[in-house]
Structures are given as structure tokens and as C-alpha cells.
């Protein structure tokens, strides 16, 4: 099972669908237009 | 002993023939070639490592394997931005920030042809949706993916 590990602060565990992958990169990475309350 | 039997390197060989659209160069960093050894230094996984990539190399005319020794040319691996070995950089037209580290063996081989022919596409099969997100991060995403040898 792969561990992936994102910039060196987010990380997960296992096969993700692509929604969710991208998810943790903009986690990870952030958005140049998104709202302070968008999570 | 050859990583590939015949049968495999076939199949290998006329996959590349399909899908390697476009040339790719392998720089393979080993701890160094040959000559002196430094204490500490773990040779036999590169060996290993560079055999494959030199066979894997043979099977296309698109691709191009450098080899490189991580003491005697710190220059390139900086600028590579490689720091332990074994270490392969994938470099397409482009380079994309592909670096393999360790042994492509066993079910990583799966995925070294996937991203030499993803590198060689420049193309990869991810949803519009999912570029229009990528297109707005605030700052690049270093990923890296953690396996076990299988």
C-alpha cells in the first residue's frame, strides 16, 4: 500500500480517486482564489 | 542474467513502439561508477538499478539512458535536484520533476514504464476539472510516494 506524502505536511495512505487526491494537494499546496472559510 | 526474458522485453519493446510518443532521457545517478568505492556506500542496489534501466533503454530508439556517479558529478545531480542514490530523473521535452528513487523491480517495473511513456506523452489522462484545480494552486506540490519492494 503506498504512502503519499504532500510537500512534507499532508499525507495519506492507499489508493485515492482523483477528487480526493486533488484534495489533499490543494490541501496541501492551497488555491490562489480561495475564500479564508473554504475547506 | 538478464531482469527481462525475452518474451517480457517483447512485450516492453512493442508497448515503447505504441506509446513512447516522443523521446525521453533516463539520468541515472549512482553513488559512483566504478573505481573507488567509499565506505558506507550501497552498491549492489544501483548495479542492480542501472542494469535495468540499461536494458529497458535498449528496447526504443526514443529512449536514452546517462549515467552519472552522484561523487564525481554533484553538479548535475544538483541540478537535477538529487541527493541520494540510486536515483533515476525521468526528463521528457520537458522536465516535469519526475524522480524515481531505488530499485524499479517487481511491480515498480510496472510503474517505471507507465511513467517513462506518461513523461514521453506529456499528456496525462487526469480529468479537465481536476487541471483547472491544478492551474490555481498557490505553490508548486512536491508529492512523493512511499512503496514497500514487492
Do not use: C, W
Amino acid at each position: 500500500v503506498p504512502k503519499i506524502v504532500i510537500n512534507d505536511d499532508t499525507e495519506f495512505v492507499g489508493a485515492q480517486p482523483e477528487p480526493q487526491f486533488v484534495s489533499y494537494v490543494v490541501q496541501a499546496a492551497g488555491l490562489q482564489d480561495a475564500s479564508p472559510t473554504a475547506e | 542474467m538478464p531482469f527481462l526474458n525475452d518474451q517480457d522485453a517483447t512485450i516492453v519493446r512493442n508497448r515503447f513502439a505504441k506509446d513512447l510518443s516522443h523521446p525521453v532521457s533516463m539520468e541515472f545517478f549512482a553513488p559512483s561508477i566504478g573505481g573507488l568505492v567509499l565506505p558506507g556506500q550501497e552498491t549492489e542496489l544501483a548495479d542492480y538499478t542501472r542494469q535495468i534501466l540499461t536494458e529497458v533503454a535498449s528496447l526504443s530508439p526514443n529512449l536514452t539512458l546517462n549515467v552519472h556517479s552522484l561523487v564525481a558529478e554533484p553538479e548535475a545531480a544538483q541540478k537535477l535536484g538529487i541527493t541520494r542514490t540510486p536515483a533515476t530523473a525521468v526528463i521528457g521535452a520537458q522536465d516535469f520533476g519526475i524522480r524515481y528513487y531505488g530499485i524499479p523491480g517487481g511491480y515498480e517495473f510496472a510503474t517505471l514504464l507507465d511513467l517513462i511513456i506518461a513523461v514521453s506523452q506529456a499528456n496525462p489522462p487526469i480529468a479537465p476539472e481536476t487541471r483547472g484545480i491544478l492551474r490555481r494552486l498557490k505553490s508548486d506540490a512536491r508529492i512523493q510516494v512511499f512503496v514497500t519492494p514487492t
